[in-house]
């Protein structure tokens, strides 16, 4: 099982951390408690919860985006986690075919059919499907035209790769497939009239291309203006801009991220689709205290006392030993800086923020109940 890296919180022997001294940065992460702000919209009623009341309250779709590679099919996991603890049963799904999920979970390929893949603490389960938009047309053919799923009629349309042809000439149908999907899982009842999910999970595609994905009504509207594509996407539409919705962004404390995550909200924002938290990954405490890192970077960096830090460590404290250690430590404070910028620019959202370290071992099941646990505890869910 992976664990937070607790060599970040260690105190270096090369600067030895002043313990009168707390790193400014320390209330800032895993005990972080969200910026509690509503977005500039208006949208939202000001998040002013009870500690014990989660951030999305009335949410029945979480949505997942964010930069490639910054984390949205680990977090998607863990808030599903979070969402299902307690005894609810949640729907996490993925739309790009490319198994994130079932390697997170460690099972077979995910397929078009809802799956249990865990249970969360406290009892609670996490279902899990791909959903891809052949199985999505066939199932829509079935929902309202009574068209078997593996009649002769589907097997043609299969086999002349008809759905393939109609979704390259049509982008905007396979998103409206792929979304109409979700929308379906939301809305569905069970048979007692209730709820089917409690909630829905979705790893979304990453930010360049989440506003279009999720606009579909925009998508759609060179290609039908009447019928029943028409009143799938008005129908999608309507769920996907509706409070029962919240499209979180997922980011690394690093320019680009920080910066696709700004351009996300704006782009989300302008479509009118309602934006949720800021999930920040991978966050790495500072392994100075302020006033070290300070003089890292100005360069006057008591060389003295790194090299009687380095002996009472029992080392060789050699001059070049010394310059190393002085120049890892003007890199490790320029990259602190930086953070602290997209930290400051991320806060300038106004949206609950959450926080999660980045992790010593490979993300596993293990990792994802720690980091579910960590997004409960800021209020996430
Ligand atoms: N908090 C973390 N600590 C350590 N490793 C992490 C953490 N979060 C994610 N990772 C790792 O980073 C990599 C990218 O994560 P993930 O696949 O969740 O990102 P993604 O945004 O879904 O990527 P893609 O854009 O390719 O779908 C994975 O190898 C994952 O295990
Ligand atoms: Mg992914």
Redesign the pocket.
Known sequence: M?RVTSTVFATPAVVPADSSERSRYSDKTLTAKPARTGPADGGRPLLTYARDVADFPGVRLHVVT????????????SLALALAGGGRKVLLAEV?G?Q?LAQ?FDCPPLRYEERKVAVAPGGGDVFALSIDPEDALLDYLHMFYKLSRTGVAARTLRRMGAIEFATTVAPGLRDVLLTGKVKEAVVRRGGNGTAAYDAVVL?AP?TGRIARFLNISQEVSGLAKVGPIKAQSDGVMAVLRSQRTAIHL?TLLEEMPVQETIDGVAELEQVRLPVGGVVV???RPPLLPPAALSAAEAGTLDRAQIASGLEKAALDAPDDLVDTLVGEAGDHAVRVALEERGRDSLGALHRPTYE????????DLG?LYE?ADMLKAQGMA
């Open positions: 992976a964010g930069k490639g590679g910054t984390g949205k099919t680990t977090v998607a996991a790009e490319r994130g997170l790893d990453p997922c990954n991978g966050i999660l370290p980045m992790l010593a071992e490979a993300v990792s980091l």
